[in-house]
């Protein structure tokens, strides 16, 4: 059985903790790319080296170009620059959309039939570009923002009831971060709503803290930001692809008639299979839901014109 071609791009904490936990699955054989020369080379054979004690098998090769990664199933994109003091967001989405771009056009030179996920921040704005940039169907397209909140979420549920994080259940729409929709109607534990568990007062405050986790660990670190969740929800993603699982999984994809967005990516469930994002699934929002979901794409909206112009200049 031929195995699984994944290709991650950019070795820092995310690209290369998204390399250890794909290896440890053993999803396939990997190519991890990064400018830096070294640095990818230097990752992969420390990882590979991991892998008689671990009990992995997988070819895991660090490059600087992208020749040898021709013809990948999926290729995972993390590059990009992390915000500096005194830079502005603007500045920002400016210099990782050249990034992005750039990348992107290097990837689809030697893997036309692939499937895209994109990591690199501000996210919706990344996405959108490659997407522009490939030229590819969207259901080959999608971001990772959704896996990673629901996760913070459902790790902070488990740890108040005292329970399994397997037996918690949850659902989150939107945007990363502040643009976040919580659903805690649809959020149970065990089959039994989590309403009935946690006080409606203290359930706010698991929300709060899982739409601001990713700054409450960079407050914490001082000098890096989240990586080890980031990337394991990625390769959540990457696993229900190349093995076809057909998983419902939050995703950024790319809404049209569904849920009325009108042709952006925002986030939504999604069944994730072979083929990408194999079909999108609606939700019913009630109307303070549906005001937090239009608020959420209205933003999306003002990325996307915003990488447009970026990306037409």
Same mark, same amino acid.
């Given at each position: &059985? ?8 950019? @070795? ?5 903790? =998204? @390399? ?6 053993e999803?396939?054989?990997?190519? +991890?790319?990064?400018? $830096? ?14 892998? #008689?004690?671990e ?20 290729? $995972?994109?993390? *590059? !990009? ?5 005194? %830079?502005s ?5 400016a210099?990782?959309?050249?990034i ?19 990591? /690199?921040?501000?996210?919706?704005? %990344?996405?959108y570009t ?6 590819? #169907? ?7 923002a959704?896996? +990673?909140?629901? @996760? ?10 005292? =329970? ?6 949850? +659902?989150?729409?939107? !945007?990363?971060?502040?643009? &976040?929709? #919580?659903?805690?109607?649809?959020? *149970?534990?065990?089959?039994?709503? $989590? ?5 409606? !007062? ?16 960079? !407050?914490? +670190?001082?000098?890096g930001? @989240?990586?080890?969740?980031?990337? *394991?929800?990625t390769?959540? %993603? ?12 939050? =995703?950024?994809?790319? =809404?049209?008639s ?17 083929g990408?994002?194999?079909k ?10 549906r005001? %937090?979901?239009?608020?959420?794409v209205e933003? $999306?909206?003002e990325? /996307? ?9």
């Amino acid at each position: &059985m031929k195995r699984a071609k994944i290709t991650i791009i950019g @070795a820092g904490n995310v690209g290369a903790t =998204c @390399a250890h936990w794909a290896a440890s699955k053993e999803l396939g054989d990997i190519y +991890l790319v990064d400018i $830096v020369e070294g640095l990818p080379q230097g990752k992969a054979l420390d990882l590979y080296e991991a892998s #008689p004690v671990e009990g992995f098998d997988a070819r895991i090769v660090g490059l600087n170009s992208y020749e040898e990664t021709a013809d990948s199933d999926v290729v $995972v994109i993390t *590059s !990009g620059i992390a915000r500096k003091p005194g %830079m502005s967001r603007d500045d920002l989405m400016a210099t990782n959309v050249k990034i992005v771009a750039e990348v992107t056009r290097s990837v689809i030179e030697h893997s036309p039939n692939t499937i895209l996920i994109v990591v /690199s921040n501000p996210l919706d704005a %990344m996405v959108y570009t490659a997407w522009k940039v490939s030229g590819f #169907p969207t259901n080959r397209v999608l971001g990772q923002a959704g896996v +990673l909140d629901v @996760a913070r979420y459902r790790s902070f549920i488990a740890a108040e009831v005292g =329970c399994s994080v397997e037996d918690v259940s949850a +659902l989150l729409l939107g !945007g990363h971060g502040d643009d &976040m929709v #919580p659903l805690p109607r649809l959020t *149970s534990v065990g089959g039994v709503p $989590v309403s009935q568990l946690i006080p409606a !007062g203290r359930l706010e405050d698991i929300v709060t803290r899982a739409r601001n986790g990713g700054a409450e660990i960079v !407050g914490l +670190l001082k000098t890096g930001s @989240a990586y080890y969740a980031p990337a *394991s929800a990625t390769i959540a %993603m990457v696993e229900s692809i190349v093995r076809d699982k057909k998983r419902v999984l939050p =995703c950024a994809a790319h =809404c049209d008639s569904e849920y009325g967005v009108g042709g952006y990516f925002v986030g939504v469930p999604c069944i994730l299979g072979s083929g990408g994002v194999e079909k999108v699934i609606e939700v019913e929002l009630e109307p303070k839901e549906r005001e %937090m979901f239009n608020a959420s794409v209205e933003h $999306v909206k003002e990325l /996307s014109a915003a990488t447009e112009k970026l990306l037409a200049g």
